[in-house]
């Protein structure tokens, strides 16, 4: 009779298990320590549904950042992007949350370094000549000086997160040529997008020989940009005007996620 009882008890507790595991699933481990460093393009600037704590840095909840941690569920996260944000930014005041633990990083930098906003400035309120002129400049910082700026900056960064898989995500072309758009000229046009290619040129070249997965942006935008008729950049914006020429959400969600996500 004790063994009856004793096979009854048993039989009971491995059906309890058994259906324990059916309700509950199998675990699921969570995705690596994440931290996001870098500029307006990595704080969300433009995309809405900011977070009101992250104060001047403009960080917004429907970033790539937090597409991809409300996505994977990381053991740990941490968001110092920063609106304005160059390099020496980067390596001065964003890299706390970093140790041997953290996983993956994330980082869009370099633009600010470049002078892309008074760029813009420039080829919104000047003539073809000065645009060219002003992008020139910008071209060539971006091949003579920003090497190495990007060089001290990921090396910080390596030092300081020796294990983590560092995505570099690149910057998009900002306009769809060959088509009319009222605005800003054609050659405006054709030059900007010029200044993006070299931009990230120089960005994934520095970012390979230190050992880090550049993302290309180009790619995804492709066909959303700004006079392609489903843009997926903000336009000039009288307010706030620090979303002017920025990715939008979808441009986040179906932009810079897709990358990220594709190279974590």
């Keep these: 009779m004790r ?108 633009g600010n370094d470049a002078g892309f906003s008074d760029v813009m400035t420039t080829c919104v309120t000047g003539s073809d000549s ?12 971006a091949r003579n000086t920003l090497p190495a700026r990007l060089d001290a900056t990921y090396d910080a960064i390596r030092a300081k997160a020796p294990n983590a898989k560092v995505v570099v995500l690149g910057y998009p072309h900002m306009y769809t040529l060959d088509v009319f758009c009222v605005g800003l000229s054609d050659t405006k046009h054709r030059k900007i997008d010029e200044a993006a290619d070299v931009l990230d040129s120089v960005i994934a070249g520095r970012a390979a020989a230190h050992g880090f997965v550049f993302g290309d942006v180009r790619t995804t935008f492709e066909g959303h940009e700004l006079c392609s008729g489903d843009d997926w950049l903000h336009s000039l914006v009288a307010s706030p005007s620090w979303e002017s020429y920025h990715p939008t959400a979808t441009g986040h969600a179906n932009g810079y996620y897709p990358v990220l996500n594709a190279n974590s």
Aim: hydrophobic share 35%.
């Design 3 to 110: 063994r009856i009882k004793s096979l009854s008890a048993l039989a009971t507790l491995s059906l309890a298990i058994m259906f324990s595991l059916v309700l509950t699933g199998p675990a699921h481990a969570a995705g690596p320590a994440y931290v996001a460093l870098g500029d307006s393009y990595s704080a969300g600037n433009g995309a809405g549904n900011y977070d009101s704590s992250s104060a001047g840095c403009h960080r917004s909840f429907s970033a790539y950042p937090y597409l991809w941690k409300n996505a994977h569920a990381p053991s740990s996260f941490a968001d110092t992007s920063c609106s304005g944000a160059a390099t020496t930014d980067v390596t001065g005041s964003q890299l706390g949350p970093l140790n041997s633990g953290t996983g993956l990083v994330s980082l869009t930098v370099g």
């Design 130 to 141: 000065d645009c060219v002129n002003r992008v020139d400049q910008a071209e060539s910082y």
